[in-house]
């Protein structure tokens, strides 16, 4: 299993990083949404995209529009992890095409929570 | 880190208030959950703030919910949730087609995630006309508080709550979540020990007394797990979490796998012991629910609490 990590800030990539490697993902970073379609378009295998919302170049959002619009990646799961918590962003996101939206500030329970739901982990969660 | 005096007074209050172990090993867990409570009080450390308890009835009722409060999740652990929607759900839907209402207890509740994910299976599964009334009960008063409020932080929200289920269930409010109203009325809240006697209530159709019984030693789990036979329908559904049992406990129950996988174990009582054999007069107090009455548990006692 392989996760595309789409974050802006460095810290936050390595937190998410740490966490679902943890569950065995491989992973690959990128600084915004144009930088993870960049990767995506040059024939990366992800299995699950981990996308923050507000990042220069291409915003989360955009992205997942742009992927959803795309058949070749109709089987990428799409986790929105952002500080955006209004109701209405949440609702936007859904049918946008995101599976699942975790609002920062998170605990890594969270993720494999969420990840669980997705049925998304790599090897057995522990209970 | 807490004396050993001290951790053993705390782990005797917490034993004779609750029955709850607290054994070695737990000292970090005491100190975490009672240092807040020590700063507010003006007492420089735990040690201090345990003088302070035994004197003070106040602070140690405070000091016994601080302690007994747990961390939760919503659909925690999800196999179970699966198997209530997709086994034991269908199963009360044909057998309870007369009365089309459903009676549940989330017996330890903590601050209602259990409870309202349930109200959420049961919102978006119950065909028309049917009713359910899903009782929380806990041993904390602030915890019953939060039940009964139905205000999530960020973070809680976090902790497998479904994004379709955020937005379909809550509403924003400053920086917390609240329940709907609808859902909200379908949950009600009283306090309950239950290593104490309870109080007259509904029988069951499901009872989720899941990641609890740990706390308990071994006779009062057989005492807890004798009484509870005594709330469930002849044909009800009994949770524990994964890694509790009533095996070597009460044979009172048949253990039946089901879910995904086969994953789940529900108990459910074993034929002529249970409800159908509560001692004479329990069954009146049982106060065997209709619909209408389904705010019985709103008249328990304010608190059955010893000591505190």
């Known amino acids: ?127 | 880190m807490i004396s050993e005096t001290n951790f053993g007074y705390v782990a005797d209050l917490l034993r004779r208030e609750t029955a709850m172990l607290c054994e070695r090993g737990k000292e970090y867990l005491v100190e975490a959950r009672l240092l807040p409570l020590a700063r507010q009080a003006g007492d420089p450390d735990v040690d201090r703030y345990v003088d302070r308890l035994r004197t003070d009835g106040r602070e140690r009722a405070r000091a016994v919910d601080a302690l007994t409060i747990n961390e939760t999740s919503w659909f925690r652990d999800l196999a179970p949730y699966q198997a209530f929607t997709d086994n034991v759900l269908p199963q009360l839907l044909s057998s309870r087609a007369h009365t089309r209402h459903l009676d549940i207890w989330s017996a330890a509740c903590s601050s209602g995630q259990e409870a309202y994910s349930i109200a959420m299976l049961l919102d978006e599964a119950l065909p028309a006309g049917w009713t359910a009334r899903i009782h929380a009960t806990d041993v904390s008063p602030s915890m019953l508080e939060r039940v009964r409020t139905g205000r999530y932080s960020q973070v809680e929200m976090n902790r497998g709550m479904p994004a379709t289920r955020l937005v379909k269930y809550f509403q924003r409010v400053g920086s917390e979540w609240e329940i709907v109203p609808s859902l909200r009325s379908m949950v009600t809240v009283a306090p309950l020990n239950l290593a104490a006697p309870f109080p007259p209530m509904p029988t069951f159709d499901v009872v989720l007394l899941r990641n609890v019984l740990i706390y308990f030693d071994q006779t009062t789990k057989r005492d807890i797990l004798a009484r509870v036979s005594r709330t469930i329908s002849p044909d009800g559904f009994l949770f524990l979490g994964s890694t509790e049992t009533t095996l070597d406990l009460d044979d009172a129950w048949v253990r039946e796998t089901t879910g995904p996988a086969g994953r789940v174990v529900v108990h459910r009582p074993r034929a002529g012991m249970a409800a159908a054999t509560r001692p004479a007069g329990a069954a009146s107090s049982a106060g065997i629910a209709s619909p209408t009455t389904a705010s019985t548990a709103n008249q328990l006692p304010t608190t059955l609490r010893t000591g505190a």
Not at chain 1, 36 to 53: H, N
Request: net charge negative.
């Open chain 1, 1 to 127: 299993m392989h996760a595309l990590i789409i974050d802006d800030s460095r810290t936050m990539r390595s937190i998410l990083k740490r966490i679902v490697h943890e569950l065995g993902f491989e992973t690959t970073e990128a600084a915004n949404g144009q930088e993870a379609l960049d990767v995506l378009e040059a024939g990366l295998q992800a299995d699950l995209c981990l996308i923050d919302w507000n990042m220069p170049l291409m915003d989360g959002y955009t992205f997942v529009t742009r992927v959803r619009a795309d058949q070749r990646w109709r089987n990428l799961t799409l986790m929105m992890v952002t500080t955006e918590s209004e109701h209405s962003q949440i609702v936007r996101a859904l049918a946008a095409g995101a599976h699942e939206y975790v609002i920062k500030p998170f605990t890594a329970e969270a993720i494999v929570e969420k990840l669980e739901l997705l049925g998304l982990h790599a090897k057995e969660v522990p209970a």
